[in-house]
């Protein structure tokens, strides 16, 4: 498998949310019940910015509780701020290092973070206290995948199926593994049996085709392709797959009606649009492209490609002062860039209009 395919192999996302473990006072204090208690319900009313106030003034009672740490982390996970999460859950488990959720909790919070190393650590250290707790070996699966050591995630994934054989992320995630090492044949091996465990999942039908292409079976890719568009017609990622795969082996036709697709599910997709663009634009579909490119100028005005490449479109139509406007927006936005090389470029193109 070459380069061009490695961005449209996914593993799956941290998406398994953290567990609340109530936070309760280990010694009488009323005004530490009082906060605890408020924390609490701010978390049942999912008023998360609150739990985060109340379970913070308690800590600050409390600093060796590590029940109100782990629920500071949770708020904070809540909330997307994941950094301060992974504080919280580093305190938890310093206090409590025999606690496999908080372990698992603290890696979530680096994971998001993109701290993959200390993510793996603490996803090790879950695991290593419930060596059979499919979610813990996922999540280490995962902060494998994300930190692209793609070997280490093939065995990671490979020791959730051995726990549970169907689990979807693993399976897709297995192959998405060896597609990453090039090691196609061996996810070509595996493929029939994903297949009989997922027999309507596009994804992996995407997978699949990326595995055929890499080993030379064009016509069997382009199959794949096919069925995962018939399996997943409303499925936005896998339907944008499917276009980027069709533009980058040349099949414009074929990309420009996988991105029309993916822009009826997301209209404000600014990856959508574009591939819709320069794949109308390759295949010098140009009123197409002229149409994508002004709908990706009002979801990116402030992107000067957009408006050359708009001005370009106009201009493979022939619609001379339509394509100039937009080249001299292009170069105005390169001048606010302080794009030099960008503004001489339309200086370029705007003199070969007008020498035309």
């Given at each position: 498998?070459?380069?061009?395919?490695?961005?449209?192999?996914?593993?799956?996302?941290?998406?398994?949310?953290?567990?609340?473990?109530?936070?309760?006072?280990?010694?009488?204090?009323?005004?530490?019940?009082?906060?605890?208690?408020?924390?609490?319900?701010?978390?049942?009313?999912?008023?998360?910015?609150?739990?985060?106030?109340?379970?913070?003034?308690?800590?600050?009672?409390?600093?060796?509780?590590?029940?109100?740490?782990?629920?500071?982390?949770?708020?904070?996970?809540?909330?997307?701020?994941?950094?301060?999460?992974?504080?919280?859950?580093?305190?938890?488990?310093?206090?409590?290092?025999?606690?496999?959720?908080?372990?698992?909790?603290?890696?979530?919070?680096?994971?998001?973070?993109?701290?993959?190393?200390?993510?793996?650590?603490?996803?090790?250290?879950?695991?290593?206290?419930?060596?059979?707790?499919?979610?813990?070996?996922?999540?280490?699966?995962?902060?494998?995948?994300?930190?692209?050591?793609?070997?280490?995630?093939?065995?990671?994934?490979?020791?959730?199926?051995?726990?549970?054989?169907?689990?979807?992320?693993?399976?897709?995630?297995?192959?998405?593994?060896l597609l990453q090492l090039r090691r196609n044949r061996d996810a070509a091996d595996l493929l029939d049996n994903a297949f009989r465990a997922l027999p309507t999942d596009g994804d992996l039908r995407v997978q699949a085709a990326i595995t055929w292409f890499g080993l030379g079976d064009k016509a069997k890719a382009i199959a794949f392709l096919e069925e995962a568009r018939?399996?997943?017609?409303?499925?936005?990622?896998?339907?944008?797959?499917?276009?980027?795969?069709?533009?980058?082996?040349?099949?414009?036709?074929?990309?420009?009606?996988?991105?029309?697709?993916?822009?009826?599910?997301?209209?404000?997709?600014?990856?959508?649009?574009?591939?819709?663009?320069?794949?109308?634009?390759?295949?010098?579909?140009?009123?197409?492209?002229?149409?994508?490119?002004?709908?990706?100028?009002?979801?990116?005005?402030?992107?000067?490609?957009?408006?050359?490449?708009?001005?370009?479109?106009?201009?493979?139509?022939?619609?001379t002062s339509e394509a100039i406007e937009a080249l001299e927006t292009a170069k105005k936005l390169y001048r606010l860039q302080n794009n030099k090389q960008g503004e001489r470029k339309i200086d370029a193109l705007l003199a070969a209009i007008e020498d035309s």
């Open positions: 498998m070459g380069n061009r395919f490695s961005r449209w192999i996914f593993g799956f996302g941290l998406a398994i949310a953290t567990q609340l473990v109530i936070p309760t006072a280990l010694r009488a204090n009323p005004q530490l019940d009082t906060l605890l208690k408020q924390g609490n319900e701010a978390v049942q009313s999912q008023n998360f910015a609150d739990a985060v106030q109340r379970y913070g003034d308690a800590a600050r009672l409390d600093n060796d509780n590590a029940r109100i740490y782990a629920g500071l982390g949770y708020a904070h996970a809540q909330l997307g701020n994941f950094q301060e999460a992974a504080i919280a859950y580093q305190r938890a488990v310093q206090l409590e290092n025999d606690n496999a959720q908080f372990y698992y909790a603290l890696g979530f919070s680096l994971g998001n973070s993109s701290d993959y190393t200390n993510a793996i650590n603490a996803y090790r250290r879950a695991v290593e206290l419930e060596p059979d707790n499919i979610k813990y070996n996922l999540g280490l699966a995962t902060v494998f995948f994300r930190g692209e050591r793609y070997s280490e995630a093939h065995s990671a994934y490979q020791r959730v199926l051995q726990l549970n054989p169907n689990n979807a992320d693993a399976i897709r995630n297995s192959i998405a593994s018939r399996l997943a017609p409303r499925d936005f990622k896998v339907q944008l797959k499917i276009g980027q795969i069709y533009e980058n082996q040349g099949v414009y036709a074929e990309a420009i009606n996988a991105y029309q697709r993916a822009t009826e599910l997301d209209a404000q997709s600014t990856a959508a649009m574009s591939g819709l663009a320069s794949a109308a634009f390759k295949d010098q579909d140009y009123l197409i492209a002229i149409i994508a490119y002004r709908q990706l100028s009002e979801l990116a005005p402030n992107d000067p490609q957009v408006f050359e490449n708009l001005g370009l479109s106009f201009q493979g139509r022939s619609r």
